[in-house]
């Protein structure tokens, strides 16, 4: 069944998709000449729902990650960024055009744990960062739970994703995206608090082991 054009401008994630394909063609432009990338691992991003976690070293991280995942994929993934980011020039106004969800009081925010499931119960990806504030990319920092649990809940699978502290202008950023992993090992029955944070520093090593291996 054919949608209406007046019925695709009332819909939120249409908007989203078209104005998140349209800024990764400019991005990509831009990026190529004044934030040089590489990417290795393209081929590990999985089609549906997945969690996305990645270490965290600057504010264009967000970028770098746009500018790897398919264009094409509908609903557009959906980024997990504190408010102080809507407040950075241009960044700001990308993650509120991409429909990103606002997340207050670091993590502890009812409403965008439920936004992130109902995201990607819709069948897109959620972009997160679980450390939850920005490192030097040499060691992990105490990883949030709040990515494993939403995970979980909804049986998505977690797609590791390293990006190094050496970028920025004119200088090369090779981003590293590893093969997904389960939320939780097969057999975690009922896990508790204390499982789900197990879980988050596992997760957390491995990404920072993508990082030493490549």
Aim: with cysteine; charged share 25%.
């Amino acid at each position: 069944m054919s949608v209406k054009k007046s019925e695709q401008k009332k819909d939120p994630l249409i908007a989203e998709h078209k104005f998140f394909r349209l800024s990764c063609v400019v991005l990509r432009i831009v990026m190529c000449w004044l934030l040089p990338y590489k990417i290795t691992g393209k081929e590990n991003i999985p089609a549906g729902p997945a969690v996305i976690c990645i270490n965290h070293t600057s504010i264009w991280d967000p970028l770098y990650m746009m500018i790897a995942l398919p264009k094409k994929e509908f609903p557009s993934p959906k980024i997990l960024a504190k408010a102080v980011l809507f407040s950075v020039p241009v960044i700001g106004s990308i993650l509120r055009g991409l429909g990103s969800i606002y997340v207050a009081r670091d993590g502890a925010d009812i409403k965008a744990v439920s936004a992130s499931i109902k995201h990607l119960k819709a069948g897109g990806k959620l972009i997160i960062f679980p450390e939850g504030t920005r490192g030097d990319g040499a060691a992990a920092q105490e990883s949030k739970v709040g990515a494993v649990k939403i995970a979980a809940k909804v049986g998505a699978p977690i797609l590791p994703v390293y990006i190094p502290k050496s970028k920025g202008f004119f200088k090369r950023c090779r981003m590293i995206i590893g093969k997904t992993v389960p939320a939780m090992p097969q057999g975690a029955d009922k896990p508790g608090n204390d499982d789900y944070l197990r879980r988050a520093d596992e997760i957390m090593a491995g990404i920072y082991e993508l990082g030493a291996a490549g």
